[in-house]
């Protein structure tokens, strides 16, 4: 199984990135996936999930109303549009999938995620 992250860069404040996310080898097709981020120097954290039909959709409160994730079922993908960045959305962004979750709180807990992707870089300058 692997999940490929791609899409992230140097952008101005105020701009944005789409990120991409292709998961290959899961012949059962993808469940959740979810996205989170790492800060340079800080730990990993959520920032956004979406359900397998995509009817539950959930966002880390610093990134609600400025990113939007989303999903392509036939193409085992997931992507996170990333509109009015500022520096501290800095990060290696990982995108994560795992089993279908109860919880709102289960979808932003990075241990109910089996499979990571690599990570893709977007650092945001002032």
């Known amino acids: 199984v692997q999940l490929q992250a791609s899409g992230g860069g140097l952008v101005q404040a105020g701009g944005s990135l789409r990120l991409s996310c292709a998961a290959s080898?899961?012949?059962?097709?993808?469940?959740?996936m979810a996205w989170f981020r790492r800060a340079p120097g800080k730990k990993r954290v959520f920032v956004a999930a979406i359900t397998r039909s995509g009817d539950r959709i959930f966002y880390a409160d610093s990134v609600k109303g400025r990113f939007t994730i989303s999903r392509d079922n036939a193409k085992n993908t997931v992507f996170l549009r990333m509109n009015s960045l500022k520096p501290e959305d800095t990060a290696v962004y990982y995108c994560a999938e795992g089993p279908s979750l109860a919880s709102s709180r289960a979808h932003w807990t990075a241990p109910n995620y089996k499979y990571w992707g690599q990570g893709t870089e977007v650092t945001v300058s002032s």
């Open positions: 080898g899961l012949t059962r097709g993808t469940y959740t």
